[in-house]
């Protein structure tokens, strides 16, 4: 289950932190490798891979050019969150925010949907 949260409204220039809890790891179902992704969905357009964090130290995280250098991705391994920090938002970063989890290569960690799990998704709105 994934859970977001951190979501609203906020003036060009602005900054807000998602926050994306993740729970329901079973015995039958723990990876050991996977990957932890924000997309969004902006009205009228389909839906874009923002960044991502694999659970792998070495991969890190990847981020969309749209984002990169304003958004920074993070896990509290300890809590089982991950957070999206966006500053410097811009009127384009309007759009509905997901949280996915899903087992798949890092090279395709934000250019596919293929993941096992979404987010309800959250609104982010950049207006002045």
């Known amino acids: 289950q994934l859970v977001e949260s951190g979501g609203g409204s906020v003036q060009p220039g602005g900054s807000l932190r998602l926050s994306c809890a993740v729970s329901g790891f079973t015995p039958d179902y723990s990876p050991d490798y996977y990957m932890i992704a924000w997309f969004r969905r902006a009205p009228g357009t389909g839906r874009e891979g923002v960044a991502c964090?694999?659970?792998?130290?070495?991969?890190?995280?990847k981020y969309a050019h749209s984002v990169e250098g304003r958004f920074t991705m993070s896990r509290d391994n300890a809590k089982n969150i991950v957070y999206l920090q966006m500053n410097n938002l811009e009127p384009e970063d309007t759009a509905v925010y997901y949280c996915a989890f899903g087992q798949l290569y890092f090279r395709f960690c934000i250019s596919s949907e293929e993941y096992d799990y979404w987010g309800q998704g959250i609104q982010v709105t950049v207006s002045s």
């Open positions: 964090i694999s659970s792998s130290p070495t991969e890190g995280t």
